[in-house]
């Protein structure tokens, strides 16, 4: 038996409630707090570096990307997509411009990417828009010969589902070179029996077609070549740490480059907050990332 189906409703729903389980702060502080570091840090983002807004990769009004380019993007060597978490429910690309000062500072272009959100889209759609995002940036930027993901939360299952996407429906070939996803949830059977899904309606069944653990041998097809690196925070749950573990050894396992990385004194929130910082771990991994040759 999977080791989630032996909680009960309210350990589980516990479990899959990252506010919990913060150490600096109670659950709606930390929340609250979260939203107001991501907005600062998306519009300092925003006044370091040159901007096209609301670029559609899509016709539906929510299809669009937020770019971020460093002063010769024509030289650019690596770009960067992002996915922002939110389960899937809240949250946006006008939060997720906070790393962007030190990568651009780097050479590096950063895109930001919206999403539907549930419930007025399913997660079938949402994965559908991911990697309809990646296709037409890799069109756009076909001249950068680098493509690296980051995903944080919903945000890295979204990051690995992109990971695994049969290309050949999207006529392109992505040779994604890196990826980092950041206390991700890459299992969502046991989301199907929290109040988490209340706005997603998944059944067990769209739940396992959208698990990236499921997929970890597809993706030596697809991601062969790319540097895959899973973080998880020392204060994310016991489930978000497990899931992290778990897919890591799929990857590992699956003959992939993957590496972990336990983030101490860390929680699920600031784990990706700290992006902002030059000298903090994750982002030093996904400079050196870009920049290994």
């Known amino acids: 038996m999977s080791s989630w189906k032996k909680l009960d409703k309210e350990e589980l729903e516990k479990e899959y409630s990252p506010s919990c389980w913060s150490h600096r702060m109670d659950r709606s502080a930390v929340i609250e707090s979260h939203i107001k ?18 670029e559609s990769y899509g016709q539906e009004e929510c299809e669009k990307l937020d770019i971020y380019l460093p002063p010769n993007p024509s030289t650019a060597s690596a770009l960067l997509i992002y996915f922002h978490g939110g389960y899937w429910t809240i949250l946006s690309k006008e939060l997720s411009g906070f790393m962007v000062p030190p990568l651009v500072k780097a050479g590096v272009i950063v895109v930001a990417v919206d999403y539907v959100l549930a419930p007025k889209g399913n997660m079938d759609l949402i994965v559908s828009q991911a990697r309809r995002s990646v296709a037409y940036i890799i069109q756009q930027y076909s001249a950068v010969s ?27 070939t992505p040779d994604i ?7 991700g949830i890459y299992d969502l059977r046991p989301i199907v029996y929290t109040s988490v899904n209340h706005p997603l309606q998944m059944t067990e069944d769209d739940a396992v077609r959208n698990s990236p653990m499921e997929f970890a041998n597809a993706m ?5 070549n790319s540097e895959i ?30 590496s972990f990385q336990d983030i101490s004194n860390r929680d699920h929130f600031d784990i990706i907050e700290k992006l902002v910082e030059e ?15």
Do not use: I, P
């Open 37 to 54: 570091e991501l907005t600062e840090g998306t519009k300092k983002g925003r006044n370091e570096a040159h901007t096209k807004l609301d």
């Open 146 to 172: 680098g493509v690296y993901v980051c995903g944080h939360s919903a945000g890295a299952h979204l990051g690995a589902m992109v990971l695994c996407t049969d290309w050949t429906e999207y006529n392109v």
């Open 177 to 183: 070179k890196g990826t980092l996803l950041v206390s």
């Open 220 to 224: 030596k097809g697809v991601a062969k």
């Open 229 to 258: 690196v899973v973080a998880v925070a020392q204060y994310d749950s016991n489930e978000f740490r497990r899931q992290s573990q778990e897919y890591y050894q799929a990857v590992k396992a699956a003959g992939l480059n993957a």
């Open 279 to 293: 000298n903090y771990v994750l982002t030093q991994v996904l400079l050196k990332m870009m920049t290994r040759k």
